[in-house]
């Protein structure tokens, strides 16, 4: 089944790149375009797209209140944009990662496929950025709820799963756990489990 790709960016000439570019990938096919969040929110809504590709700077409805409308709909979105300025209110929104304009081809499809998967993808330079934007005082010590989120992410919850048992959005347990890998100063799910046995904060 072919990964169905929704792209939301209000030039042109970007949207035709885009789709050349991965429309032609043999497991994608680009449903449909739109100029703005509100058409992307729309469309979404028609065409089932797995994925929506969202650029924030977008006239009307922007891209982060595309995303905060899309949140919990169906569609993964990935983040398309010129600036890695607005990283923490795009992933904070509901959004599945965070890549800039200046991805190669064959990293934007990669990151395409991951986000389809669940996975959070940030360009290099948007993982500093967001790290900086959640580095609080508080630096290391984790909350209630994220130490609740981290003990199902340990014991092999997916988002889902764990957003289930804590009767939350996945949204707000991608959230939860983009805290928890600033605090810890990790980048994924696993290097935050093993850093929190480290620490002992689940030996308990």
């Known amino acids: 089944m072919l990964l169905r790709l929704l792209i939301a960016d209000d030039h042109p000439i970007v949207r035709d790149g885009l789709r050349s570019a991965l429309g032609g990938e043999p497991d994608m096919e680009v449903v449909g375009e739109a100029s703005d969040g509100a058409q992307a929110v729309r469309l979404a809504a028609e065409l089932r797209p797995n994925v929506v590709l969202m650029d924030l700077r977008m006239p009307g409805m922007d891209g982060v209140s595309a995303i905060r409308e899309l949140a919990g709909t169906g569609p993964r979105v990935l983040v398309l944009t010129t ?36 996975e959070t993808v940030l ?82």
Not at 90 to 113: C, H, I, N, T
Not at 163 to 172: H, K, P, Q, Y
């Open 83 to 118: 600036f890695d300025t607005d990283v923490l209110p795009a992933m904070e929104a509901g959004a599945s990662g965070y890549l800039l304009k200046d991805a190669p081809p064959e990293e934007l499809a990669r990151a395409v496929r991951a986000t389809h998967a669940g």
């Open 123 to 204: 360009a290099p330079s948007a993982a500093g950025r967001l790290a900086n934007d959640l580095r609080r005082p508080t630096r290391g010590k984790l909350s209630k709820r994220e130490l609740e989120v981290l003990r199902l992410v340990a014991g092999g919850a997916t988002n889902k799963g764990a957003a289930a048992a804590l009767f939350i959005s996945e949204a707000s347990v991608k959230t939860h756990l983009l805290h928890v890998y600033a605090k810890l100063d990790v980048r994924d799910r696993a290097s935050a489990v093993a850093e929190a046995y480290r620490r002992g904060l689940l030996n308990d």
